[in-house]
């Protein structure tokens, strides 16, 4: 097992620039065009407005499984251009040999509440 770094240390202030917020995903399609097997994915992020992304969470989870469920996003990012669709947050995950496990929130919480 090889020993990994630890990363440099950041201020509160850093960790506060990182808009990390729950959202509800609204709505899941195919994305054939992606290089690797991905998902559209539309959250609810309340106040935020809903926001589109391509994810890479294709090997673990079918699209019938994401709608519905509470996910953390990070919502200020600049928009990033993936193929022909525009992704305007990161769906926060876990990368595992199997795929990206997402990132969930255990108990709902009102859509918009950022990670503290």
Known sequence: M????IPT???W??????????GTVT??????????PAWKVWVDFGPYGEKKTSAQI???YRAEDLVGRQIVG???????QIGPFRSQFLLTG???DDGV?????????PNGTRLA
């Open 27 to 36: 709505r899941v399609e195919a994305f054939p065009e992606a290089r690797n």
């Open 74 to 80: 990070v919502i200020n990012f600049p928009e990033k």
């Open 2 to 5: 090889s020993e990994t770094a």
């Open 13 to 22: 202030a850093d960790f506060e620039k990182v808009c990390l917020v729950a």
């Open 94 to 96: 876990f990368p595992t």
């Open 101 to 109: 496990v997402i990132t969930t929130i255990e108990r709902p919480v």
């Open 9 to 11: 240390e950041i201020s």
């Open 58 to 60: 294709a090997q673990l």
